[in-house]
Nanobody
């Protein structure tokens, strides 16, 4: 049974930093591209960042470019999202997702597995 468990979300002031973690089990982690998505209240879920299965390639959405960075540790079956210079508009539930390909994509429908999400709230 595949499980993705996010952690690290909390209330933080604007300008602050957070690191989200997503621990995976039940799958061959190093064979999956991983990604973070987020869903703000009343909005659709959107791609934030993705990383290739071996970790050699990453991509981030324009809205977070230069502020957020995705990384992974295949020995620990964990993917991270480092978020710096947080803004109130970054407030959302953040989800990690696993894709059974080597390269991530932005389309959420392509992903095979999802976590339950972790809430990030940025106060102004």
């Amino acid at each position: 049974q595949v499980q993705l468990v996010e952690s690290g979300g909390r209330l933080v002031q604007a300008g602050g930093s957070l690191r989200l973690s997503c621990a995976a089990s039940g799958l061959t982690f190093s064979s999956y591209a991983m990604a973070w998505f987020r869903q703000a209240p009343g909005k659709e879920r959107r791609f934030v960042a993705g990383i290739s299965a071996r970790g050699g390639g990453t991509g981030t959405a324009d809205s977070v470019k230069g502020r957020f960075a995705i990384s992974r540790d295949n020995a620990k079956n964990t993917v991270y999202l480092q978020m710096n210079s947080l803004k109130p508009e970054d407030t959302a539930v953040y989800f990690c997702a696993a894709l059974s390909r080597s390269v991530p994509v932005a389309a959420e429908d392509e992903y095979n597995y999802w976590g339950q999400g972790t809430q990030v709230t940025v106060s102004s």
